[in-house]
């Protein structure tokens, strides 16, 4: 078995990394969203070692996060400008699909539905209707501040302030928002929850095969949960403690540091956590195990993000705040790596 490669893009982003994406069709393609107000779209394996920097969009404020479209060429950014917006990576072309009244936190594209939806710090979700542009795109309300967006085939998992977790079904909650002018506020979600982890929600992400979700706080905790709201299911639940390291000064207690990042491996279902001790951890979740944790990064973990076909893992460092720096700066201190996986590196192990 080859040793597993790692190395670092050249070019990365001037401020803290918000979110990483993968291309829907291509391994090598990446996009990173930044707080240097630019969204970068990266070739990771060039005929230069540390890839090449394809091209920069710069937006008017900090990008908190982006996703591809429909293809490769097709991309959508949020932002501190409260904006939504498309990108045509090609032409460079920036069109506003909707502005929200605060920043917006997240975006996702469901390939399924041709659908693109926003989450705001204004406590809205905006669906944007993709195949019909001419359709305004409709606004839902949501109790509290949305955290994190995740996305599968059929549903929509929303994590917000206060511990609570809205899924939508997909087909039915866009058939009855579009069928609303403006705003949906009538619309109930298919199930609502409250997060089994006690301390704030850091991030969601959900199982590719459709049947669950895995969510992380801000106290070095991961939860993981089954859609199914069968009472045999929900008992199948369960949450683990995770990114804490011993603390020098005090025998017998750890450091816990927020588990700032999620992501599920596209085919083995295993996921990736990233934690504010800068450790990148491997996890199967139905045998409930560790797989593996990789060594220490030099900085906070902020984003994870598989390729389409599972080989590689990019992982976005940057100074986060565990540190108590007031004079923030992630110049010089962010870095994107890029880790190629071996075969069996992301396979679950099967229960004990």
């Known amino acids: 078995m080859a040793p597993a490669i790692q190395f670092e893009l050249s ?39 540390g890839g090449r920097l ?9 990008v908190l996060d982006v996703c591809f479209g429909a293809d490769d060429n097709e991309a959508f950014s949020a932002g501190m400008d409260w904006q939504v917006k498309r990108i045509n990576l090609e032409t460079g072309e920036q069109t506003v699909l909707s502005t929200h009244t605060a920043p917006v936190k997240s975006v996702v594209y469901s390939k399924e539905h041709s659908l693109l939806v926003s989450a705001s710090w204004d406590s809205t979700l905006h669906f944007h209707y993709l195949s019909n542009p001419e359709k305004e795109p409709t606004t839902i309300p949501l109790p509290q501040k949305p955290h994190s967006l995740s996305i599968t085939a059929s549903k929509l998992v929303v994590a917000m302030s206060a511990r609570l977790l809205y899924i939508y079904q997909l087909q039915s909650t866009m058939m009855l928002a579009s069928q609303a002018n403006g705003t949906a506020a009538e619309l ?76 599920f491996h596209p085919t083995f279902g295993t996921f990736a956590s990233g934690g504010g001790d800068g450790v990148v951890a491997l996890w199967d979740a139905v045998a409930k195990r560790r797989i593996r944790q990789y060594q220490k990064y030099p900085a906070s973990v902020a ?36 880790r190629e996986l071996s075969e069996t590196e992301a396979k679950g192990k099967g229960a004990k």
């Open 303 to 338: 984003a994870l993000a598989f390729s389409c076909d599972g080989k590689y893992l990019a992982v976005g460092i940057c100074p986060g705040f565990e540190t108590g720096q007031e004079d923030y700066s992630g110049e010089g201190a962010t870095k994107v790596y890029i």
């Open 188 to 263: 109930k979600p298919w199930q609502q929850r409250e997060s089994s982890l006690k301390f704030m929600t850091r991030a969601v992400a959900c199982m590719p095969n459709d049947d669950g979700y895995a969510t992380s706080s801000i106290e070095g905790r991961v939860a993981v949960e089954w859609f199914d709201p069968s009472s045999d299911s929900q008992a199948r639940k369960y949450a683990f403690k995770c990114h804490r390291q011993p603390d020098p000064e005090n025998e017998g207690t750890d450091i816990v540091y927020p588990v700032n990042a999620l992501a």
């Open 54 to 62: 394809i091209e920069k969009y710069e937006h008017r404020a900090p």
């Open 11 to 49: 070019n990365p982003p001037t401020d803290a990394v918000s979110s990483l994406q993968f291309a829907p069709n291509s391994p090598t393609r990446l996009l990173v969203s930044s707080w240097d107000k630019h969204v970068y779209l990266y070739e990771t394996h060039g005929e230069e070692a």
